[in-house]
């Protein structure tokens, strides 16, 4: 047999000890793998958050936060939709100078990311609400606070350094309502939010479970602040008591109400349309996070649906399953005017007080000028469906 070497098993030996020097013998250890960050302060996104928050609050807390209706289906089809959408990114824009600047009802806002209604702060932190808007605060994010907050709505805005809005319920008792909707403008909220979706609380199997653990605090808004809640059947049945709410009771609030009033809870293009018609100020997408009615779709699949029906007469805002700057411009592309986010940052409240929230809104508004970026995108204005890929 020849001993001369082919130059093909030159080059072979020469990778081999190419890829030996790199990869080192069987008895080299890789790096160990990085650990998950110990708290809020290490985390560099808010799916990192959350893992602290699963590991650092009571699991009452974590599963009250992060708990869905019935089997949770809803929960998780919000985020999966988010990750079936795929980008196409322009590339030689000059993208030096992003502007991420909106307007919504005369007032502008540094960037599309508000914070979601989220009931019972204080659950979460010594501080509640008055740590939320603080914290939202200092991140220059506008703050939509719900009815159902452990601070009353006067000591909320006098403790906000950037705009309030106010979500609320339509009571069968319009008196309380009507001081309830007066307070608020009074105490300088810019906005109304009409939550829509919620005559009665979705099937919840954790609450039973976890309401023990739940401390009692006081409701400065008033024991009608919230919706009917929904008690699972006993060995007696008695029958289910939602509120009543139509139309109707839209046309009685516009009828008073001084400041823009959004419906929240739109998730049928028929009732958008309708909502345009009884003259409504604004739209949110949502399905109340996946906790109300399971099995209806994520928000984003019906957002572009509900956009197209509103054709530019209202703005539309989506909530439910944004974690990623990524999610933020493709809701965008698809007719948003802005995002709200919910369960982030209440696990930054319950991790580090107003501190929390501000890191939370901070991490994704940092991610969703690097979408921009990458994607090509400069400015709020050019962001449109030709940033998505072709399906």
């Not at 919504?104 to 609400?129: D, N, S, V, W, Y």
């Not at 939509?144 to 106010?166: C, H, N, Q, R, Y």
């Not at 409701?219 to 602040?225: E, I, L, T, V």
């Not at 109300?292 to 530019?312: C, H, I, M, R, W």
């Amino acid at each position: 047999m020849s001993s001369r070497i082919t130059r093909r098993e030159s080059l072979l030996a020469g990778a081999a000890l190419a890829v030996g020097g790199i990869v080192g013998s069987a008895n080299d250890s890789f790096p160990a793998a990085p650990q998950s960050p110990s708290n809020i302060a290490d985390a560099t996104s808010l799916p990192q958050v959350e893992a602290v928050a699963r590991e650092k609050i009571p699991p009452a807390i974590y599963e009250w936060i992060n708990g869905g209706a019935a089997d949770q289906n809803t929960v998780r089809w919000n985020h999966e939709a988010y990750s079936r959408i795929r980008l196409q990114p322009s590339v030689l824009v000059d993208v030096s100078k992003i502007d991420t600047r909106i307007n919504l009802f005369g007032k502008e806002l540094p960037f599309p990311i508000l914070l979601a209604p989220t009931g019972g702060h204080r659950l979460f932190h010594p501080e509640g609400e008055m740590a939320t808007v603080r914290g939202a605060g200092a991140a220059s994010a506008a703050v939509v606070m719900s009815s159902a907050s452990t601070f009353s709505i006067e000591d909320i805005t006098k403790a906000a350094t950037g705009p309030v809005w106010l979500q609320f319920f339509i009571k069968p008792d319009r008196a309380f309502t009507k001081d309830l909707v007066q307070r608020a403008e009074a105490a300088g909220c810019q906005a109304l939010c009409v939550t829509v979706d919620d005559p009665i609380t979705g099937v919840r199997d954790w609450t039973r479970r976890d309401q023990a653990a739940m401390p009692r605090l006081d409701r400065p808004n008033g024991p009608g602040a919230s919706s009917a809640k929904f008690e699972p059947s006993a060995d007696n049945y008695s029958p289910i008591a939602p509120d009543k709410v139509t139309w109707e009771s839209i046309d009685w609030l516009r009828s008073f109400a001084r400041v823009p009033v959004l419906l929240k809870g739109v998730l049928n293009p028929t009732d958008a349309d309708r909502a345009v018609q009884v003259g409504a100020s604004g739209l949110i997408v949502s399905n109340h996070g996946g906790r109300q009615l399971d099995t209806v779709p994520a928000t984003v699949d019906a957002l572009p649906f509900v956009v197209e029906k509103v054709a530019g007469r209202m703005p539309v805002l989506v909530d439910g399953g944004i974690r990623r700057g990524t999610d933020v411009l493709k809701a965008l592309a698809l007719g948003a005017s802005a995002v709200l986010i919910g369960r982030p940052y209440l696990f930054g409240l319950a991790l580090d007080g107003s501190k929390g929230v501000t890191r939370v809104i901070n991490l994704i508004r940092s991610e969703f000028e690097n979408a921009m970026a990458l994607s090509g995108r400069r400015s709020i204005r050019s962001i449109d469906r030709s940033v998505m890929w072709p399906v």
